[in-house]
T-cell receptor, first 118, second 111 residues
Framework: GAVVSQHPSWVICKSGTSVKIECRSLDFQATTMFWYRQFPKQSLMLMATSNEGSKATYEQGVEKDKFLINHASLTLSTLTVTSAHPEDSSFYIC??????????????FGPGTRLTVL | SQQGEEDPQALSIQEGENATMNCSYKTSINNLQWYRQNSGRGLVHLILIRSNEREKHSGRLRVTLDTSKKSSSLLITASRAADTASYFCATDGNQGGKLIFGQGTELSVKP
């Protein structure tokens, strides 16, 4: 149990276009999901906290108008990179906690989405 | 912001040897977690240790936590080539589940 999926697994787009990445909890309901970005050979940087039915909370330095987050249901959060530029190329990873397991401590991570902006 | 620092940044050992990775953090925590990441893949949760625990075991993994020094260590015993991956510590500071990741240790286990 506690599986998180992401779609697509990789995407290549032209500069100036928008890209949507989906994060789904497959077998549990996640009231909170998190979005991270990881550049090559670096660690994960938390971008934002996505709460079902409310606005996302962004970390300092993350442009909320550029990285649109929508958590429309208890099993789905989406991250849209608007007007993507080559510097947005990165590995985007989502995670969700599983309150149904009796603990909110453990987060389950999706497999990640590799975005390449040409 | 990243608060965790890990050392070494890279570690190369022979199969069968033990691997020790260290993590330091700056603020108070609810728990500390260790994750593994194979190249280009997602994260796999290895072990969680709470702030009131000092040591925890899971298979070949042993984690220690010293809250007075704000540090943790991950020991992998009898390493295997399949253990080759990056290992990250992450702290939960009781801020709604937010995790702050360390810089990671890249472990290479040579057969």
């Amino acid at each position: 149990g506690a599986v998180v999926s992401q779609h697509p697994s990789w995407v290549i787009c032209k500069s100036g276009t928008s890209v949507k990445i989906e994060c789904r909890s497959l077998d549990f309901q996640a009231t909170t999901m998190f979005w991270y970005r990881q550049f090559p050979k670096q660690s994960l940087m938390l971008m934002a906290t996505s709460n079902e039915g409310s606005k996302a909370t962004y970390e300092q330095g993350v442009e909320k108008d550029k990285f649109l987050i929508n958590h429309a249901s208890l099993t789905l959060s989406t991250l849209t990179v608007t007007s993507a530029h080559p510097e947005d190329s990165s590995f985007y990873i989502c995670s969700a906690s599983n309150p149904g397991q009796g603990s909110t401590d453990t987060q389950y991570f999706g497999p990640g989405t590799r975005l390449t902006v040409l | 912001s990243q608060q965790g620092e890990e050392d070494p940044q890279a570690l190369s050992i022979q199969e069968g040897e033990n691997a020790t990775m260290n993590c330091s953090y700056k603020t108070s925590i609810n728990n500390l977690q260790w994750y593994r990441q194979n190249s280009g893949r997602g994260l796999v949760h290895l072990i969680l240790i709470r702030s009131n625990e000092r040591e925890k075991h899971s298979g070949r993994l042993r984690v220690t936590l010293d809250t007075s020094k704000k540090s943790s260590s991950l020991l992998i015993t009898a390493s295997r080539a399949a253990d080759t991956a990056s290992y990250f510590c992450a702290t939960d500071g009781n801020q709604g589940g937010k995790l702050i990741f360390g810089q990671g240790t890249e472990l290479s286990v040579k057969p």
